[in-house]
């Protein structure tokens, strides 16, 4: 099963930017840079890499899980760190808030009280707990999901496959799909498709080997697997440090 997005690729047009960002304002680690990359640690489990680009920078959009107990503290120090804030949203069991990096990208921490806050140890100011949600822009909504459906098995979670968004998720992973002619929220925000790689995470060396088999599977010279759908490349990597069992343990609905 896949269990968690391991790593984002996201482009930018500074990395010293990023690192004001990430690192200075919001808390993050950096684990490399160089004068055009830089990686940053999210949680033990995931990474961002943002590599410089000549070219503009069509926005992605991603979501932090942070723990529902705390997340007035966290609301209360992205308004002291200074980046921009985009608007709230708030249920009776759910808390968001939005705001942008340097380069635009659209970041929201959300945060559910179903969520069982004592199974990942948070070791950043903002509590993230994973990463939630990967903002897909897409042309064809229900070819799109039923390729995610096909390949990664996951469960529909939010919108309906012949609409213009919806949210299908399998373990702590949420492919959010966007359609070009949907703005994102809260903001309006016209919907782009971003440069992004996306690399996902298994402990499953058996599903490696069924991802292997598949016609649209494609293989590096070192081995790795990719995956490509209406232009986004998807890394499938296998990470058996990441307990196949915790996203049940998080009372994660309809988890299989």
Known sequence: MITHFAEIHLQTLSPIGVRQVYHEALGFSVISQTDNDIRIAITPHTVFQFTRTQEPVRPAHLAFEVRHSTFHKTADLLACSHVPLCGDLETESTHQRYFKDGDGNLLEVYSHGYVGEDILATDNPLGVLYVREVGFVVEDVMGFWDWLADTFDTIQTKGKREGLFGILSVGTTHFVLNHTTRRWIPIASTALKPQMRVTLGTPSLNDIAELRKRPDCIQS???????????????????????????????????R
């Open 221 to 255: 010279k070192d081995g790795s697997l990719f995956l490509q759908q209406e232009g986004y490349l998807i890394h499938v990597r296998y990470t058996p440090d990441f307990d196949a069992g915790i996203p049940e343990r998080l009372r994660l609905p309809h988890v």
